[in-house]
Each structure stands twice: as C-alpha cells, then as structure tokens.
C-alpha cells in the first residue's frame, strides 16, 4: 500500500472504516482523547479529484480493510489519543505516541535507540548498538560500538554517522532533546562508521558535568537517518518548519512502518526485511500494529473486554473481576494486587505562579489534608502501595530506590494524609485565615482559590483531583476540579510560563539508568523553569539554590556513604518544602493483555525477563516475538 493512499483517503474513508470496525466489534467507534505527545492539527481536506470522484478511491478502501485480517494485527489501547500529524521523530508534536513516545524505557516499534533499558533488572540491552558502551578512565567519554547488521528501511547501513547528525540535529533546531541534552553532552562524534564518541560537558574542575545525562541518552534518543534528515532539512527554511514536518516520507529502522491513518485509528505494518531478525531470530509476530481512538476510559475498557483490544495500556479499577468475576480471559503481569510493577508516582504539581502557592503553608496544608487512602481506594482499586506502607520521599516503593535513602531522618517530615488538624494549624500558625466570614481562606487579604487540573477521561486521575479539592474544602481553601481534553491540557502544564493550571497532574518518568537522580532533577531543577515545551520536569517553575547543588553534586559522587547522604538530604527539602507531592503509586505503563486473539505474553515468574511495558518499550518490545495465536 503506498503510503501517500492514506493522506489521500483520510477524509473520505473516515465514516467507511469506522462501520467496518463497528461491524467487528462492540465498541462504537467513538472519536478519542488518548496518551499523544502534542495537539492534533486539522487534517487537510483531500486532493480536488478525489473529492470529484469518490467512488474512484473505493475499491482502495476495501483494499485497506481487506488486507488487514483480524488474526494479524496486535490492537492496542491507552496509547493513542487523536489523530495523528505526522512521523516525525525530531517533532514534539507529532501526536504520535504509538510511533514516538515513551521514556527511559522507550517506544521502539517504528524508531530505535541504541539500547533497550529493562527495568525488571536495571540493564541495557543492545538494539541498535554492539554490546555495552565503554567510559575513558576520567568518565568523560562513552564509546559506543554500532551493530553491524541494522539497517534503515530503505537498505541502507545505521552507521555512527546517523548517531553524530541527530545530535548535531536536536541541538542546531533546538528541539527538547537538544535543550535537555546541550548542558551535558557537549558532542557525539563518528571516528569511524561503526563507532560513536559521546563526549560529555566538562565543568571547571575538568570533569563531566554529568556523567548520568550521556547513559541516559543511549537508551532514551532514538536514532534517526542522516540522508532522510538532510532531505528534511532541504525542504523547509527555518527550524520551525523542520521540527513541524509531516515527514510521510520517514525512513526508519524498527520493526514497523507508516500504513494507514485517520482521526478514528492508526494502523502500523510490519517491515518484511527489518534487520532485527538477525538480532531476535525472526520477524515479530503480528504483521499490523493497530490502535483505535476511543473516546474516554470506559469506550476503551469496552473493547477490551470484547476482545477488540489486545494490549491495552489502562488504568482499569478492580481488574481482577475481569477474569474472577466474569470469567474473560484477560490478565495482568502480576496476578495478584497491585497487578503491576509501581514505578512511578502521578503527582500534583503547584504552579509558583499562581497567588498563595508561593507560601510553604499553603502547599504543605493542601498535601497534609488530602485523603490518600480514598485515592488508593476509590482511583486506584488498591492497585498501589499505601504511603504507610510505602512513606513519601522522592523514591519509588522499589526496594532498590527505598534504599537509596536514611528513612529514619526523615521520618518525622512524611505524613500519610487526611491530617484536617494538623493542615489547619498550619495556616492558623502561619496567619492565613478566614478574616471575612465567608468560610474562605485569605492570604494578604486575597481569598486563596484554586482550579485542580488533569485531562478528561482519564477517570483515575480525575479521581484523584476530586479528592483534592475535596480536602481543599475541609480547611476553607477553595479548589475546583477542571478536567480538559488532553490535547489541550498537554499544551498548558508543559509551558512554563503558564498561569491557567494551580494545581495539575503528571507522573513523569517511572525508572531508569539515572534514577533516583534523574527524579530528583525532574522535582527540583531550576533549568526547566520557563521553558516553553517542557515535559522534562519541575512544571511549576519551583526554585531551590540547595537542591541545583545537590542536583550537580549526585551524578559525580561515587562513595555510597555521601550519595546516601546528599539523596537524604534531597527528600528532606521536598518534604519540607512540598513543590509537588506523589498522590499515588503505579506502574510506568498499565499492561493487561486479552488472550482471544493472541497468548505468550509477558508475566512475572515466566523465565523470560521481559517487563510489562506493553510489547513496545524498552525491551518489553521482545515480548512480539513471543507472540502465537490462540486460534
């Protein structure tokens, strides 16, 4: 099928594929909001001669339709949420999370990186690149060796050559990962073309500024063309229009490619020559890759317990009725509570900008009174860790993390929360009162209202915000709950100089190479404060000259005596200073799998060491090479 069929047909086959899905299946087909990456653009209205001749393009249509079997596609949920705009990997607004998206752990179904990270065991599996990287004694320089079997889906070799240009690329169109990286990594350099030199930024003292940023990098950068960027560049005039480029005509490296999109789903094909089958011993599994776009959480649950969903990324309360209760063949990675691996921790964020929340009482007398248990209850089923089970810090439950840090130091400054007395005191002590009898807190004379923000249908998280305003109400500061469609909402939280959002959610990355560190810079960093396109951290601009230091400080420590010390220290400010506070623990991604269709997914104690990353991220992508029929 030639890709350009796709832009083409968009419109006019919209309400065609739709039926034939509907026809198939018990979800309605319903248009969507779901994890992208930016705001969807308006699709351009089709070429005068189709819209002419419409039944010309029919009998392509029913190709489209017919040439994608039910028994050889792999349907996901959860990751896509609107219409795509396009392929390209240097764009930040693509909204394309199913192609480009994901963190440490990255989505590596279309593009690739050099490794893979597994979080089941912390290692960094070679993709695109030929066994581990090698530093110079001084830490200063990492040498990656390329694989020499990868090749572009137009046969052509990955080289080092591809490695050097992205950099060179993100940093000359500033892109976030040139932004992200330009502090730490000075260059990365091709000596020969199977070999890349990733030097780092050297501080004063000689030494790398930050040896973590140049590992994280191998395994989150995604390698792109150099010829396929250079043509790219060749056809728009400025660093905008390159980063906004549809790029339909993408050359990549994964395992699939650009097939079929419109505004009701997106359908990925499977590269018959893709060189990975030197590296996994065959092709993945499924021929297509597809994700419908539904409307909110409950179209999605839905299909996926009619079968219309494979793997579905969501946020499902009380999952394990699925196949207690009603008996349908659907399972988690962990078969018993929490069903999944808690990484991660969704947060509320304050914007510093908005009046009142600059005062310590303030943030700290909101997170004292929220209800958490009700959050574990009523928004997660109990599919998280307590924080009495697992105490607040800036550490996810993983023994590994909780180590990390002296507990007992700090034990005094956790709270477990619905603590009405103690976030009353606060503000009493610190002279925010009700001065005028209308049951409402003032600061300065200035009533403290705020709006508690996530998006829309992302029923767990609203949940969660309900329960924060309501905590808002028991201790006479005004909190409304406003819940936006994601691709509105994406745009606001991450621009730094927003003051539409208090109070807003986002969970931010789970685990890494880099972590716990790379959590502390994203809670803390002064260098995102401002930044237009953050998705990197500190969202509400929060400012601590003590914890930029200890930010600096961690990545060059080596004695496990001081960095205990320095990563303590760093969950007292936050706990005493509160410019975020985790609402709940989770996975980085959900993963429950419907075996109608297929089996020989990923579960704990199965052997096979692959994490439950939803057969896309990181190395959870070798669980599609695992993958048989069940028919």
């Not at 078969?335 to 969704?346: F, L, S």
């Not at 807003?504 to 502390?520: E, K, L, N, Q, S």
Request: charge should be negative; glycine fraction near 8%; aromatic fraction near 12%.
């Amino acid at each position: 099928m030639k890709f350009w069929i796709r832009r083409t047909l968009a419109a006019l086959v919209s309400g065609i594929v739709v039926f034939s899905f509907a026809a198939c299946s018990n979800n309605s087909g319903q248009q969507a909001a779901t994890e992208a990456t930016e705001t969807p653009a308006t699709e351009a209205p089709p070429p005068a001669e189709a819209t002419a001749e419409p039944e010309a393009e029919e009998p392509a249509v029913n190709e489209v339709l017919s040439e994608v079997p039910r028994n050889e596609t792999l349907y996901f949920g959860g990751q896509q949420w609107g219409a795509i705009n396009g392929w390209n990997p240097y764009s930040s607004t693509a909204n394309n999370a199913m192609a480009i998206a994901g963190t440490v752990s990255r989505r590596l179904i279309v593009f690739e990186t050099l490794y893979m990270y597994n979080l089941l065991d912390g290692s960094m599996i070679p993709l695109l690149a030929d066994g581990q990287p090698v530093w110079n004694d001084a830490r200063t320089e990492l040498t990656v060796k390329i694989n020499a079997d990868a090749k572009w889906s137009d046969g052509t070799p990955v080289t080092a050559d591809d490695v050097a240009y992205t950099y060179a690329t993100h940093l000359k169109y500033e892109t976030g990962v040139g932004v992200s990286n330009k502090d730490f990594i000075d260059t990365i350099e091709a000596p020969d073309a199977s070999t890349v030199v990733i030097k780092a930024k050297l501080g004063e003292d000689g030494t790398a500024v930050n040896p973590y940023q140049l590992e994280d990098y191998i395994n989150r950068e995604y390698v792109i063309q150099k010829t396929w960027t250079e043509t790219v560049e060749a056809r728009n005039s400025d660093a905008e229009a390159f980063k906004n480029d549809p790029a339909e005509d993408v050359v990549f490296s994964g395992p699939y490619g650009p097939y079929y999109d419109d505004d009701q789903k997106v359908l990925y094909v499977r590269n018959e020559d893709y060189w990975g089958v030197a590296l996994w011993g065959s092709l993945p599994a499924p021929k297509y890759i597809g994700h419908v776009m539904y409307a909110d959480n409950g179209a999605q649950k839905a299909a996926f317990t009619a079968g219309d969903i494979d793997v579905n990324q969501q946020f499902i309360s009380d999952v394990q009725n699925l196949w207690l209760q009603d008996g349908l063949p659907i399972s988690t990675y962990i078969d018993e509570a929490p069903y999944g691996i808690c990484v991660t921790m969704p947060s509320a964020w304050y914007n510093m900008k908005s009046y009142g929340l600059d005062q310590v009482a303030v943030r700290k007398a909101i997170a004292f009174a929220i209800d958490y248990d009700a959050i574990n209850q009523n928004a997660m089923t109990g599919q998280s860790p307590t924080f009495a089970q697992a105490p607040r810090s800036l550490m996810n439950p993983t023994a590994g993390e909780q180590a990390m840090y002296d507990q007992a130091a700090v034990a005094d400054l956790q709270w477990v929360g619905n603590d009405i007395e103690g976030a009353i005191a606060l503000l009493d002590e610190a002279g925010i009162v009700d001065s005028d009898g209308d049951g409402w807190r003032e600061f300065d004379g200035k009533k403290l209202t705020y709006n508690a923000v996530c998006p829309n249908g992302w029923s767990d998280w609203q949940a969660a915000m309900e329960i924060v305003a309501a905590a808002g109400e028991k201790i006479g500061i005004e909190i409304t709950t406003y819940f936006p469609e994601w691709d509105v909402y994406q745009t606001v939280f991450t621009d730094g100089e927003q003051t539409e959002y208090d109070i807003f959610m986002y969970a931010g990355d789970g685990t890494g190479p880099t972590y716990p560190w790379a959590r502390v810079r994203q809670r803390f960093s002064s260098e995102f404060i401002g930044l237009k396109n953050n998705w990197t951290g500190n969202y509400g601009g929060y400012k601590n000259d003590r914890a930029d230091e200890i930010i600096a400080a961690i990545p060059k420590e080596t004695d496990e005596a001081k960095l205990k010390e320095l990563y303590t220290e760093a969950v007292k400010i936050y706990l005493e200073e509160v410019p975020s506070f985790a609402l709940m623990y989770r996975p980085e991604v959900f993963h429950a799998v419907n075996e109608t269709v297929w089996t020989g997914y990923p579960e704990e104690g199965d052997g096979k060491n692959i994490p439950p990353t939803d057969l896309t991220d990181g190395y959870g992508i070798a669980g599609l090479y695992n993958l048989k029929l069940v028919n």
